[in-house]
C-alpha cells in the first residue's frame, strides 16, 4: 500500500515537471496536427473551416498539373542533392581528419555556410548566379559560354539544389567526421603495414567502418530535400514558369497567398506521407540487404 | 635522407591543396559580395577578368543599407526574439528532461515517445495549422506569436534527458538523505551539473531561431516587429534589388552578428557530442 502511494506522489510530481511541455505540445503540435488532418477535408471561408466536403482536396491534387510538376520537381530535386551532399560531405570529412597545422580554421570555414542564414546564402548565390556574375565570369574566362543558371527553366533546379549542397555539405561533414574518429586507428596501421595505399584505405575500411553514418546521413539528407523551401523562397520563388516550384513552397503558396488553407492541408499532407513512406521504403530496402547487424 | 625529408615535406603542402580548394568554395562566394558591397557607383560590377578589389571603395552602400534594414532596431528584435525563445526553450526541456530521466512513473515511456513524435512531422507540414492555431489564440503579428510556438524542442528535451541521466546517483542520495525533494535535487544539484548541455542547447536554439524567416514571414505583418532576415528578405525580392550594391551591402551587415557569435562559441559547434547537432 505505501509502495502503491509512493508510486502515487512520484507520478504525480513528474507530471508537475512535465506539465510545462505537455502544454506546449498539446497546443503547438498536437492540435496542430490533428486540424492538418481534419481541415484537409474541409472547406474554407477566409481563416475558418466552414464545410466537409470529404476527399475533394486529394481527388483535386491528384488533378492539378501545378502539383504534379511541383511533386516531380522535389523528387528531382532530392535526386540531383541528395548523392552530390553526401558525397561532397563524406570528402571534405575525410579532408578536416588530418593533422595538418591549421586544420581547425579549415573546419570553421567550411561550416560558415551552415550557419549563415538561408537568406543570406540565397542572396549571396542569386548574385554569384548573375548572368554577368562571377560564375560566368569564370566560365568565360576558361573559354566557355555563360549559363543562365536562375533564368533558364533546365537550369534552375540544378542551380537551386547547388546552392542546397553548398549550405548543408559542412553540416553532414561534421555527422561524417564524428564516424571517422570513432574508426580504430589500428585498422589503419595495419593496412599501412600490409601495403594498403590511401586509395585503398578509403574503399576497404573507411568506407565499410562509417556505413552505419551514411545510412544515417542518406536518410537525413533525403528527408531534408523532400522539405525544400528556403533555397526555392529565396532564391527563384517557384520560377521561372514553376521549374522550381516544389511542395512545400505549394504549400505555403496555396494557404498564405491563396488563403486556400484546406487544400494547403491536403498537399502537406501528401507531403507528409511521402516522406513517411520514402524513410519507411529506404529502411526496408537497407535492412533488407541484410545490414540489420550494423544498425 | 635528405631526399626523404624533402619528399615528406612536398606531402605536407601536398596536403592543403584540396583543404584550399574547398576553402575557396566555400569563401570566394561571400568575399564577391562583401567586395560588391565597398564598390562605389563608378566601379564597374561585372568585369573579365574578376576585380576583387574595389577602384573606389566607398562606405555610401553600408549608410544606404542601415536605413532599408532599419538595421538596429531589426537586429535588437531578431536578438530578442532569438534571445525569449532559448530562455523558454532551456526551460521546457530541462523541466520536462528531468523526470524522463531521472524518475520512475507511470506512463513514461508514452510521454517521452509522443514528445518525440515531433521529429517524424517536419516543419512545412504544420506550418498552415500552426498559423491558424496562433489566430486562433489571437497572438498572430507579435512576439507571443513568434516566441510561443517555436519554443518545444523535441530533440532539446532528448538532450536534457540523456545529461540528467549521465549524473551519477550517489549526488541524488546524499542530497535525499539531507531531506531535499525532486525539485531542490533539480534545480540546485542537477541543473549546476548538466551547464555543458545547457550552453550547448541555448547556442543551437538561438542560431537557429535567429536564421529563422519562414515563421517569422507567416505571423509578423508590423515593420517594426520585423527581424533582421524578414527586412533582408523584403530587400531582395522587393524593388530594391535592382541596387545590388545596396543589397550585397545590407547581406554584408546581416551576416555579422551571427558571424561573430560563431567565432566566439566556435568550440560548441565543432566539438564532440553536440557536433552537428545545429541545423542552420
Excluded at chain 1, 554569384?128 to 556574375?133: A, F, I, S, V, W
Excluded at chain 1, 520563388?237 to 491536403?266: C, H, I, M
Excluded at chain 2, 540523456?162 to 531535499?180: N, W
Amino acid at each position: 500500500m505505501s509502495e502503491r502511494r509512493k508510486r502515487l506522489s512520484e507520478t504525480l510530481k513528474a507530471y508537475a515537471f512535465l506539465a510545462p511541455s505537455a502544454l506546449f505540445w498539446l497546443v503547438f503540435f498536437f492540435i496542430p496536427v490533428i486540424w492538418l488532418i481534419q481541415y484537409s477535408f474541409y472547406d474554407f471561408q477566409f481563416t475558418t473551416a466552414s464545410k466537409f466536403i470529404g476527399t475533394g482536396y486529394y481527388a483535386r491534387l491528384f488533378r492539378d498539373g501545378v502539383f504534379q510538376r511541383a511533386l516531380l520537381n522535389t523528387f528531382k530535386y532530392a535526386i540531383i542533392q541528395v548523392p552530390s551532399v553526401v558525397l561532397i560531405s563524406f570528402i571534405l570529412a575525410n579532408l578536416i581528419n588530418q593533422t595538418v597545422r591549421g586544420i581547425t580554421l579549415f573546419r570553421l570555414i567550411y561550416y560558415i555556410p551552415v550557419v549563415t542564414s538561408m537568406v543570406i546564402v540565397g542572396t549571396t548565390w542569386r548574385w554569384m548566379y548573375q548572368t554577368d556574375g562571377l560564375l560566368n565570369a569564370m566560365l568565360k574566362s576558361m573559354g566557355l559560354s555563360g549559363v543562365a543558371w536562375l533564368t533558364n527553366p533546365r537550369a534552375a533546379l540544378p542551380s537551386v539544389a547547388g546552392v542546397g549542397v553548398w549550405k548543408s555539405a559542412g553540416y553532414f561533414m561534421m555527422l561524417y567526421f564524428a564516424g571517422l574518429q570513432s574508426i580504430p586507428n589500428e585498422l589503419f596501421e595495419a593496412a599501412v603495414i600490409d601495403g594498403a595505399n590511401w586509395f585503398q584505405r578509403i574503399i576497404h575500411i573507411t568506407i565499410p567502418q562509417v556505413k552505419r553514418f551514411t545510412v544515417m546521413i542518406v536518410l537525413l539528407a533525403f528527408i531534408e530535400a523532400l522539405q525544400v523551401f528556403s533555397t526555392v523562397m529565396v532564391m527563384t520563388e517557384g520560377g521561372p514558369g514553376g521549374a522550381t516550384d516544389v511542395v512545400s513552397f505549394f504549400v505555403y503558396r496555396q494557404a498564405f497567398q491563396f488563403l486556400k488553407f484546406g487544400y494547403a492541408n491536403a498537399a502537406a499532407m501528401i507531403l507528409l506521407v511521402v516522406t513517411a513512406l520514402a524513410s519507411v521504403v529506404y529502411f526496408y530496402v537497407v535492412l533488407g540487404r541484410g545490414q540489420s547487424e550494423d544498425l | 635522407m635528405k631526399t626523404y625529408s624533402y619528399r615528406k615535406w612536398l606531402m605536407k603542402i601536398m596536403a592543403y591543396i584540396p583543404l584550399l580548394f574547398f576553402a575557396a568554395v566555400f569563401l570566394v562566394p561571400f568575399l564577391w559580395l562583401i567586395s560588391t558591397s565597398f564598390k562605389s557607383l563608378e566601379d564597374p560590377l561585372f568585369t573579365i577578368p574578376i576585380e576583387f578589389l574595389p577602384r573606389n571603395p566607398t562606405l555610401d552602400n553600408f549608410r544606404h543599407a542601415l536605413g532599408l534594414l532599419r538595421f538596429w532596431p531589426s537586429t535588437f528584435n531578431s536578438f530578442l526574439f532569438s534571445a525569449v525563445t532559448v530562455v523558454l526553450t532551456v526551460f521546457l526541456c530541462s523541466t520536462a528532461g528531468y523526470p524522463l530521466a531521472r524518475m520512475d512513473f507511470t506512463g513514461k515511456n508514452v510521454v517521452f515517445g509522443l514528445f518525440l513524435s515531433n521529429l517524424m512531422i517536419p516543419f512545412h507540414v504544420i506550418m498552415v495549422p500552426l498559423y491558424l492555431m496562433v489566430l486562433r489564440l489571437g497572438i498572430n503579428d507579435s512576439y507571443l506569436g513568434l516566441i510561443l510556438p517555436m519554443a518545444f524542442q523535441s530533440f532539446g528535451i532528448y538532450l536534457m534527458r540523456q545529461s540528467f541521466a549521465s549524473i551519477p546517483k550517489e549526488l541524488e542520495e546524499a542530497a535525499r538523505i539531507d531531506g531535499c525533494g525532486d525539485f531542490r535535487i533539480w534545480g540546485t544539484i542537477f541543473m549546476p551539473l548538466v551547464k555543458p548541455s545547457l550552453t550547448a542547447l541555448s547556442i543551437i536554439v538561438f542560431v537557429w531561431q535567429w536564421n529563422n524567416f519562414i515563421w517569422p514571414l507567416i505571423t509578423l505583418r508590423s515593420r517594426e516587429l520585423f527581424p533582421l532576415q524578414l527586412m533582408l528578405i523584403g530587400l531582395t525580392s522587393g524593388m530594391f534589388s535592382a541596387n545590388w550594391r545596396y543589397v550585397c551591402a545590407a547581406a554584408t551587415l546581416s551576416m555579422m552578428p551571427l558571424l561573430i557569435f560563431f567565432m566566439v562559441f566556435q568550440r560548441y559547434f565543432l566539438e564532440g557530442g553536440t557536433a552537428g547537432a545545429l541545423k542552420g
